[in-house]
């Protein structure tokens, strides 16, 4: 005896959820989106804001996440030069004072 399962008449059977894979982006962007990214990144706090949205946020497009990582990365090593080059003068001056001032006396 075979038994199967009917669900009362006007109901539909049950049905098990549906799940959609995570989204990712792979689809090459526009110039006309550069161009707009672009613009944003010239807008000061913005461009911070939006280069740490697209480069560690779930819906980011790859090809711009990867953009901002790279930019983020240019950034921080444009920073570090700068101080070592800060640090370098500063230096350089505070010696140059110095002498000047042992000079005078």
Do not use: C, H
Not at 35 to 57: K, T
Not at 75 to 97: D, E, P
């Amino acid at each position: 005896m075979e038994s199967t399962f009917q669900p009362p008449a006007g109901q539909q059977p049950p049905v098990p959820p549906g799940y959609a894979p995570p989204y990712a982006s792979d689809e090459v962007v526009s110039v006309k989106s550069w161009l707009g990214s672009l613009v944003i990144l010239m807008i000061p706090i913005v461009n911070i804001i939006f280069l740490f949205v697209w480069a560690f946020g779930d819906s980011a497009n790859l090809n711009r996440k990867y953009f901002a990582r790279a930019y983020l990365l240019w950034a921080l090593i444009g920073i570090v030069l700068y101080i070592i080059l800060l640090a370098v003068f500063g230096a350089v001056m505070f010696s140059a004072f110095k002498s000047m001032n042992d000079m005078n006396v």
